[in-house]
């Protein structure tokens, strides 16, 4: 608009007059109401206008409109200062003598924000209501802890032992709540997980009361995070499906002290402006929270508007820089102008330098929280602007160096103390003493009845939730018999299970099966018309499938959950199903269906933090393995998901190939996690490939479990010719069964054929074994499962899977004898499921190639019957390996 001519400014003046006089008479309200008229009405009438989503650098809500704050400010401030304090002392005490590390700087910039969320707003679950979520920001865990210090729980010597957490007497680094399960509710401080899993999270509180399983109406997801953790993708992935959705009881605090790791989240910029616009783009209700009120005397000076320019022409490395100097330097290089120092005039630098930002101002952050509760139909961002180190002085405020301070001069500690008026010594100052309000104080008794009023000490988790009845093995009896001449995959039977579990009186409705997009590719088309797919405002249109019999249903009592094309946000669907036991004391039994290849890969972030929420569930790799996604291609071919699931320790991996596996392996889950309520969930990888399954031989159930069965015997008893033992999994057991069948009937060798559903628990019980022999030296040895099933066996062990060979590399310490691994090491190939195999090794002929090999090391045959095997089969010895090509 400043570079347009103005070509009457007679009639601008006109105008001007006149909306000044409607602000005056009327207020904002009405002259907003007409200025957007006029809008309307020049757009109707073909005028471009095009739309801005910023508005001026100041407070979204005006003095004038700010409630009347509720509390002690006082006292507040005597207790904020108090655990200010300890939050700085815990850190610098716990780095006196160790090298832990911790964060002083995030916490001292945002006190003031969790300060008038924990004394007004966020409430504790009681047998009444069922509380507020919050996702505390990982690098202010030292103020989290300080507050619960003041409030008795917990005690000196956790606070002592900050991050040293081996001796069972510490607290966590961040918020962590496999490490403290009846503190953290959520993990967050791998950056940009917590904004993501906290939409998901108000998502799925919607998708509770409306399908009638929990009353979340009046509860509300709140996410803290830092301006420089929004450039995380995942940070402000799904901001639009919030306000799409219209998620009005979620909100964001952005803690915006300009800052990131190293330097300034936006020094050539304003990083609030950046993210007001986007927000406001994507639907979001924005309030700013910028200026504190001791600027609010100067805003009334400001008729003509020259503050508020200058405001909007400094960039954000500018403003950093004021804060890292004194008032003195802010008279000279902000008040620039002989109109703006005139407007300072009165004042002495100390009143300049006290000119506050609005994020440490408690009046002003209280009027954005007040008003983000009471906005409907919008989910709410406050933009609150701060000082990262606020309180440290010299030691790091507002410094590039703010974030890796973990050790401060006596001297700064002193001005520390001095500036928050702390009862603290100057003999003590060294020490950093811990400071507790004392009992019968009018501080602590503000403290404790501020929380009491809403609930309880603080928002918090559940460890357990009502053990839930699951239906017995025998309700999937279909699955544990031959399919005959039926030929199906398992991704069939495992759908198949879902809609047994769906039907179940007990726990049917906790069932949520979640899918991103794709759910035809899975067969899962039958559950839209049976289940329907969940949305909260039903279906408001005819799909253009409404005749068929499985046509794609929205209702706002569906059950199933189909995010569109989003790995990230299905995960955080069943993350948060997943973790309803805790968050909302009702179990679910969320079933997220997957391409296996953009599992793990694609969010394992997520997967871990899945594993430190105690989730329980079921997640479903589907199209797995590097083989049978056959004509898809390098990118879509998995062959290391279970390597990746392997190190989640509380993940249970299962690569199944027969149906009456998959029903045994999904029973065991139900039982441990619902009814048992073991903190850990399930991945099962399922194939696309259609074939006959046999039934389940008798007595495998607990085997299956473990990892490892018998599947097939050869000749019995002690033969006198060669024997070898073959070990398989998933899509490649049934080529391992081809080759069995090939090396007796081609080479006289006789095969044992076992089904290995999990080398990742066969590994994992090794070790455990392992373990305890080796702290146990006196006791008779334990045997791991591995050894017991191959131990009175004869021949070498030859393992194929369609994954890479560390997959099955992974129980080789327990192998008794010779051990051979094939597997799909290198990238994909699109092309048929047999050429596939061929090329990366692993179908029947090179198992039996393998096989021989492996006799022949051990003279049992001759090393001409392998190369008579290899010409045979057409394998050229001197073709490239796969993972070279």
């Known amino acids: 608009m400043d570079k347009l001519p103005d070509l009457d400014p007679q009639e601008t003046r006109e105008w001007l007059d006149a909306l000044e006089g409607v602000l005056q008479r009327e207020g904002t309200d009405r002259a907003h109401f007409l200025i957007e008229q006029l809008i309307d009405r020049a757009r109707r009438s073909g005028a471009y206008l095009p739309f801005s989503a910023n508005t001026a650098y100041v407070n979204t809500i005006p003095v004038e409109k700010q409630p009347r704050y509720p509390g002690d400010f006082a006292i507040e401030q005597t207790i904020r200062h108090y655990i200010r304090w300890n939050a700085m002392a815990m850190v610098v005490r716990a780095n006196k003598h160790t090298n832990v590390g911790g964060h002083i700087a995030s916490f001292a910039s945002a006190a003031t924000l969790y300060d008038v969320g924990y004394n007004h707003f966020w409430r504790a679950w009681t047998p009444e209501r069922g509380g507020d979520l919050v996702y505390i920001q990982g690098h202010s865990a030292p103020g989290i802890y300080s507050r619960a210090f003041l409030l008795g729980l917990l005690s000196e010597e956790q606070l002592e032992n900050f991050r040293q957490e081996v001796d069972g007497k510490g607290l966590s680094s961040y918020p962590h709540p496999w490490l403290m399960p009846d503190f953290w509710q959520f993990p967050t401080v791998s950056m940009g997980l917590g904004p993501h899993m906290a939409i998901y999270q108000a998502r799925f509180m919607r998708y509770l009361h409306d399908r009638g399983i929990a009353d979340t109406a009046d509860r509300k997801v709140w996410a803290f995070c830092g301006d420089g953790e929004m450039d995380e993708p995942e940070a402000m992935g799904a901001i639009d499906r919030a306000g799409r959705e219209k998620l009005d009881n979620l909100i964001f605090v952005v803690n915006c002290n300009l800052q990131r790791l190293d330097g300034p989240v936006r020094g050539n910029g304003k990083i609030i402006q950046e993210l007001e616009s986007t927000f406001r783009g994507a639907g979001w209700n924005v309030l700013k929270v910028i200026w504190g009120r001791h600027w609010d005397p100067l805003f009334a000076k400001d008729s003509e508007g020259i503050l508020r320019r200058r405001m909007m022409e400094v960039v954000d490395g500018e403003y950093q820089l004021y804060k890292s100097r004194n008032g003195a330097f802010v008279r000279e290089h902000f008040f620039n102008s002989p109109e703006l120092k005139a407007m300072v005039s009165e004042l002495s630098d100390e009143d300049v330098w006290r000119l506050n930002r609005g994020g440490h101002d408690p009046f002003k952050v209280y009027a954005a929280y007040d008003a983000a509760v009471k906005h409907t139909g919008q989910p709410t961002v406050i933009l609150a602007k701060t000082i990262k180190g606020y309180g440290m002085g010299e030691a790091g405020e507002a410094m590039n160096i703010a974030h890796q301070q973990k050790k401060i001069a006596v001297d700064a500690i002193r001005r520390f103390r001095d500036r928050f ?250 039982r ?113 499962h591995v050894e017991t099933c191959l131990g009175g066996t004869q021949g070498p062990v030859v393992a194929a899977t369609d994954y890479v060979r560390t997959f099955a590399e992974q129980i080789r310490p327990w192998v008794p004898r010779a051990y051979h691994v094939l597997g799909t090491d290198g990238f994909g190939r699109s092309d048929t499921r047999e050429k596939l195999r061929r090329f990366f090794e692993v179908d029947r002929h090179h198992v039996a190639v393998a096989a021989l090999k492996a006799l022949a090391d051990e003279g049992t045959v001759p090393a001409a019957k392998v190369a008579e095997a290899m010409k045979k089969y057409g394998i050229d010895p001197a073709r490239p390996a796969p993972w070279t090509v």
């Open 672 to 784: 441990r996690m619902l009814a048992e309520q073991e903190d850990a969930y399930w991945y099962v990888t399922v194939l696309n490939e259609n074939y006959a399954h046999p039934g389940m031989p008798e007595g495998v159930e607990q085997d299956i479990v473990k990892g490892m069965y018998l599947f097939k015997q050869g000749a019995k008893g002690k033969a006198k010719g060669p024997r070898v033992q073959l070990l398989g999994s998933g899509a490649i057991l049934r080529e391992v069964i081809a080759a069995a069948d090939l090396l007796k009937s081609q080479w006289g060798v006789d095969a044992d054929v076992w089904s290995c559903p999990s080398f990742t628990e066969l590994a994992r019980d090794g070790m455990a074994v392992s373990r305890h022999n080796r702290l146990h030296p006196e006791d008779a040895p334990r045997r791991a």
């Open 421 to 670: 008026d702390l009862p603290v010594p100057d003999d003590q100052l060294e020490k950093v003493p811990f400071l507790r309000l004392p009992e019968g104080s009018k501080e602590l008794e503000y403290l404790k009845a501020r929380r009491q009023e809403l609930g309880g000490d603080r928002p918090r988790r559940r460890a357990k939730a009502k053990p839930l009845e699951v239906p017995p093995l025998s309700a999937f009896d279909r699955l544990l018999k031959s399919s005959e001449d039926r030929e199906l995959s398992t991704t069939m039977a495992l759908v198949q299970i879902m809609t047994i579990l769906a039907r179940d009186k007990a726990i049917g409705k906790r069932v949520v099966p979640i899918v991103p997009d794709e759910g035809r590719t899975f067969g899962m088309e039958g559950m839209y018309r049976q289940l329907g797919i969940w949305s909260h405002v039903g279906q408001l249109y005819t799909p253009e499938d409404a005749d068929k019999l499985a046509y794609y249903r929205e209702d706002k009592q569906g059950q199933v959950l189909q995010e569109g094309i989003t790995e990230a946000g299905a995960m955080c669907d069943w993350i948060a199903g997943a973790s309803a036991y805790a968050t909302h004391g009702e179990p679910m039994l969320p079933f997220y269906l997957f391409y296996s290849m953009f599992g793990f890969q694609r969010v394992g972030d997520f997967a871990w933090a899945a594993g430190d929420m105690r989730c329980r569930g079921f997640l479903v790799g589907g199209t797995s393995g590097r083989t049978t996604l056959n004509g898809e291609g390098l990118q879509h071919e998995d062959g290391h998901s279970h390597v990746l699931s392997s190190v989640i320790p509380n993940c249970r991996s299962y690569d199944p190939t027969f149906s009456y596996e998959v029903a045994v392996i999904v029973h065991d889950g139900l």
